[in-house]
């Protein structure tokens, strides 16, 4: 008779019952709680891997010229418009430059007007026909008597004087253009560095970060502010390789983004996927758009990618209250029932947290396992 209420106390015990999430429980005859048998679950396996939340649009504005700084539009959170003057470098030096290269520009178109002049005297008035002697009688004996006896000898050829002549005032007129042309183009460098001296919106966003201060001086290529459209942000990740295989552009990954400072899980869009991977982690960098208003620049965010290479090789991945986990450390663990009736300590790798209080389990479990759903603190591996 002892035997038989025995064996009904030991059916009772292990009397099965349905949870509240549609899992498998049963009591354990040992006092250590309810056990679950793991199921199977039919959603895809992910795996969460954290990124940064950045801006969709941003920009260092660098120095292009050395200088002291004069000028800075405002602080970090400051909003402006695009075209609005940022930055500002003391540019007194370059404006008494352009002031001299213009003084040289009109000395230079000068010389050009009085070399053309002088070619179109030459050109009507040739120097060769001019005597060379005085007024009067000389000039009358030099032109009857000197001139002619000149030409007849052959000792001057006035016709090579003349074109000589005229190529010398043609070349002072060439002269006088090249130096015009290169004036303007000092003129134009100028401009240019004037133009550098004024970092200026490039589009509507705010200041991030301000690197210097007015007073300071700076060197080309030197950062002096961070600039950045915040109206949309992305998350940055660096994804595995094996995991980028099941993303593809604007695809909508649902509920699958926590951030530090929003409580509730969001949707993200892929946006874009780079298309070389890094050479020393062997990981590819993907960007994901989130809604407006969810976390600010520079937060931690956590996505959770599909994880299609797992799920093709294993299947479907067992699945098992949250409850069940604790840790060693940073090491999620359970508490597992073996074939002989006594507890066993196992390491698990966690998978994705679902809605109904349930996680998914990577490696470390199978289907029909049974653990512990909720182990108490003196539960150790072999009782």
Same mark, same amino acid.
């Given at each position: 008779?002892?035997?038989?209420?025995?064996?009904?106390?030991?059916?009772?015990?292990?009397?099965?019952?349905?949870?509240?999430?549609?899992?498998? %429980?049963?009591?354990?005859?040992?006092?250590?709680?309810?056990?679950?048998?793991?199921?199977?679950?039919?959603? !895809?396996?992910?795996?969460?891997?954290?990124?940064?939340?950045?801006?969709?649009?941003?920009?260092?504005?660098?120095? !292009?010229?050395?200088?002291?700084?004069?000028?800075?539009?405002?602080?970090?959170?400051?909003?402006? &418009?695009? @075209?609005?003057?940022?930055?500002?470098?003391?540019?007194?030096?370059?404006?008494?430059?352009?002031?001299?290269?213009?003084?040289?520009?009109?000395?230079?178109?000068?010389?050009?007007?009085?070399?053309?002049? $002088?070619?179109?005297?030459?050109?009507?008035?040739?120097?060769? &026909?001019?005597? +060379?002697?005085?007024?009067?009688?000389?000039? %009358?004996?030099?032109?009857?008597?000197?001139?002619?006896?000149?030409?007849?000898?052959?000792?001057?050829?006035? @016709?090579?004087?003349?074109?000589?002549?005229?190529?010398?005032?043609?070349?002072?007129?060439?002269?006088?253009?090249?130096?015009?042309?290169?004036?303007?183009?000092?003129? $134009?460098?100028?401009?240019?560095?004037?133009?550098?001296?004024?970092?200026?919106?490039?589009?509507?966003?705010?200041?991030?970060?301000?690197?210097?201060? #007015? @007073?300071?001086?700076? $060197?080309?290529?030197?950062?002096?502010?961070?600039?950045?459209?915040?109206?949309?942000? !992305?998350?940055?990740?660096?994804?595995?390789?094996? =995991? #980028?295989?099941?993303?593809?552009?604007?695809?909508?990954?649902?509920?699958?983004?926590?951030?530090?400072?929003?409580?509730? +899980?969001?949707?993200?869009?892929?946006?874009?996927?780079?298309?070389?991977?890094?050479?020393?982690?062997?990981?590819?960098?993907?960007?994901?758009?989130?809604? $407006?208003?969810?976390? !600010? *620049?520079?937060?931690?965010?956590?996505?959770?990618?599909?994880?299609?290479?797992?799920?093709?090789?294993?299947?479907?991945?067992? #699945?098992?209250?949250?409850?069940?986990?604790?840790?060693?450390?940073?090491?999620?663990?359970?508490?597992?029932?073996?074939?002989?009736?006594?507890?066993?300590?196992? =390491?698990?790798?966690?998978?994705?947290?679902?809605?109904?209080?349930?996680?998914?389990?990577?490696?470390?479990?199978?289907? @029909?396992?049974?653990?512990?759903?909720? +182990?108490? *603190?003196?539960?150790?591996?072999?009782?």
């Amino acid at each position: 008779m002892s035997n038989i209420r025995t064996m009904r106390a030991l059916i009772a015990a292990f009397f099965m019952t349905v949870g509240s999430s549609g899992a498998v %429980l049963a009591q354990d005859p040992g006092g250590f709680g309810e056990i679950f048998v793991v199921q199977a679950s039919d959603r !895809q396996p992910t795996v969460s891997i954290g990124g940064t939340v950045v801006p969709y649009k941003q920009v260092t504005l660098a120095a !292009q010229i050395p200088g002291r700084v004069k000028y800075i539009a405002g602080i970090e959170g400051d909003a402006f &418009k695009e @075209g609005t003057l940022l930055v500002a470098i003391d540019d007194s030096e370059l404006l008494a430059k352009r002031a001299a290269a213009y003084a040289q520009l009109a000395s230079a178109e000068a010389e050009l007007r009085n070399a053309g002049v $002088q070619y179109s005297r030459e050109l009507w008035s040739p120097k060769s &026909k001019a005597a +060379p002697g005085g007024m009067a009688i000389p000039n %009358l004996f030099d032109q009857m008597f000197t001139r002619p006896a000149e030409e007849f000898i052959g000792e001057r050829d006035r @016709g090579a004087e003349r074109s000589a002549d005229l190529f010398a005032s043609t070349t002072r007129i060439e002269q006088a253009r090249s130096a015009i042309m290169r004036i303007r183009s000092e003129i $134009q460098a100028i401009e240019a560095k004037l133009r550098d001296a004024k970092s200026l919106a490039p589009f509507d966003g705010v200041i991030m970060d301000k690197m210097v201060e #007015v @007073g300071d001086t700076v $060197q080309p290529g030197v950062p002096m502010l961070r600039f950045a459209d915040i109206t949309w942000l !992305q998350v940055e990740l660096d994804v595995p390789a094996r =995991l #980028v295989t099941g993303l593809q552009e604007m695809m909508v990954l649902k509920k699958a983004a926590t951030f530090d400072d929003y409580a509730e +899980p969001v949707d993200v869009r892929v946006a874009q996927i780079y298309p070389m991977a890094d050479a020393r982690r062997h990981t590819i960098k993907v960007k994901f758009d989130i809604p $407006q208003g969810i976390s !600010q *620049p520079g937060m931690y965010a956590k996505i959770n990618i599909p994880d299609t290479s797992h799920a093709a090789a294993t299947g479907s991945l067992p #699945v098992i209250p949250a409850s069940a986990i604790r840790y060693r450390g940073s090491l999620p663990v359970v508490y597992v029932q073996n074939e002989e009736g006594k507890v066993e300590l196992r =390491l698990i790798r966690e998978g994705r947290r679902l809605d109904n209080g349930m996680v998914t389990v990577l490696s470390g479990l199978a289907p @029909g396992d049974r653990i512990y759903v909720n +182990p108490r *603190p003196g539960m150790i591996s072999g009782s």
